[in-house]
């Protein structure tokens, strides 16, 4: 089974490429917020993971240069085997900076469950001292044919890591890919992550991306008031049957912007192909 993370970073390599190598920042210092959002305009790293590499500092400032003022890390360490290895030596102060000197804020680092198990204290240093204040673990990563109790006993184990980083002043949260939105013996696998889930000590970043299989983020934000802290943005055209940049398919922005906001999102962070990340920025920017 393909999961998002293969999806979406198919053709991010060569397209990112290019995009660093031919596009010059416009602003190397972004707006604190989005007015359409009333908050920070993020995105997620992944799909240019190869770009950053290479060069930190100026795939942050051509980011902040396309209208983005906040940026969400995966973990060197946990992403290691992921090609983020290099950044592994970066010390978080030194992290901080360069991030802050591109214009951006980081608030938010996806970790990988095994790190959060067996690295918690670490990491927590680490994110206390680069400012972030969101530990999103990225996924569970339970092999394909888990039953529900292993799901339910993955949700205990995060619910204490969360009572862990609350004392330290740090929220944990839990992001969704498409094998969520799966049934085991007739039930929605995120409908029983959220009964399970201490609303608490765990929030959850909603990937809007589910909608290609025909969930709506709204829908979700307005069933679970103060359950989210951040959401991942994507838009799909049924037509094309492929992600388009946000405003270009059938997510009804306004919509889940409004929901979201009473919901009580915190962060925004677009997840798309490299390709896409200007165009998404400039419709959420007019809106």
């Given at each position: 089974?393909?999961?998002?993370?293969?999806?979406?970073?198919?053709?991010?390599?060569?397209?990112?490429?290019?995009?660093?190598?031919?596009?010059?920042?416009?602003?190397?210092?972004?707006?604190?917020?989005?007015?359409?959002?009333?908050?920070?305009?993020?995105?997620?790293?992944?799909?240019?993971?190869?770009?950053?590499?290479?060069?930190?500092?100026?795939?942050?400032?051509?980011?902040?240069?396309?209208?983005?003022?906040?940026?969400?890390?995966?973990?060197?360490?946990?992403?290691?085997?992921?090609?983020?290895?290099?950044?592994?030596?970066?010390?978080?102060?030194?992290?901080?900076?360069?991030?802050?000197?591109?214009?951006?804020?980081?608030?938010?680092?996806?970790?990988?469950?095994?790190?959060?198990?067996?690295?918690?204290?670490?990491?927590?240093?680490?994110?206390?001292?680069?400012?972030?204040?969101?530990?999103?673990?990225?996924?569970?990563?339970?092999?394909?044919?888990?039953?529900?109790?292993?799901?339910?006993?993955?949700?205990?184990?995060?619910?204490?890591?969360?009572?862990?980083?609350?004392?330290?002043?740090?929220?944990?949260?839990?992001?969704?890919?498409?094998?969520?939105?799966?049934?085991?013996?007739?039930?929605?696998?995120?409908?029983?992550?959220?009964?399970?889930?201490?609303?608490?000590?765990?929030?959850?970043?909603?990937?809007?991306?589910?909608?290609?299989?025909?969930?709506k983020a709204a829908d979700?934000?307005?069933?679970?008031?103060?359950?989210?802290?951040?959401?991942?943005?994507?838009?799909?055209?049924?037509?094309?049957?492929?992600?388009?940049?946000?405003?270009?398919?059938?997510?009804?922005?306004?919509?889940?912007?409004?929901?979201?906001?009473?919901?009580?999102?915190?962060?925004?962070?677009?997840?798309m192909e490299p390709e896409?990340?200007?165009?998404?920025?400039?419709?959420?920017?007019?809106?």
């Amino acid at each position: 089974m393909i999961n998002r993370r293969q999806f979406i970073g198919k053709s991010a390599i060569g397209i990112g490429s290019a995009m660093l190598a031919t596009q010059v920042p416009m602003n190397l210092f972004a707006a604190s917020v989005s007015k359409a959002l009333k908050k920070p305009l993020g995105f997620q790293v992944w799909t240019v993971k190869d770009q950053l590499i290479k060069d930190f500092a100026g795939t942050l400032k051509m980011m902040a240069g396309q209208g983005y003022q906040s940026v969400e890390m995966c973990s060197p360490p946990g992403y290691a085997s992921s090609g983020f290895g290099p950044l592994i030596s970066m010390k978080a102060k030194d992290m901080r900076k360069i991030v802050e000197d591109a214009g951006l804020i980081l608030e938010s680092t996806h970790y990988g469950m095994g790190e959060l198990r067996d690295n918690l204290s670490e990491r927590i240093d680490f994110a206390l001292e680069s400012g972030q204040k969101q530990m999103i673990c990225s996924s569970f990563w339970l092999p394909k044919d888990a039953i529900m109790s292993d799901w339910m006993k993955a949700v205990d184990e995060l619910n204490e890591i969360g009572a862990k980083t609350k004392k330290a002043g740090i929220q944990t949260g839990f992001h969704n890919h498409h094998m969520e939105f799966e049934k085991i013996e007739g039930k929605l696998i995120y409908d029983a992550l959220m009964d399970r889930f201490d609303p608490d000590m765990v929030k959850m970043q909603f990937q809007v991306a589910v909608i290609s299989i025909g969930y709506k983020a709204a829908d979700y934000f307005n069933k679970y008031p103060g359950r989210f802290i951040s959401a991942h943005l994507a838009d799909w055209s049924t037509a094309g049957n492929k992600q388009v940049p946000v405003g270009q398919g059938i997510v009804d922005w306004k919509e889940l912007f409004a929901s979201a906001e009473k919901c009580g999102v915190k962060n925004y962070f677009v997840e798309m192909e490299p390709e896409t990340f200007k165009e998404s920025a400039s419709y959420i920017h007019k809106l």
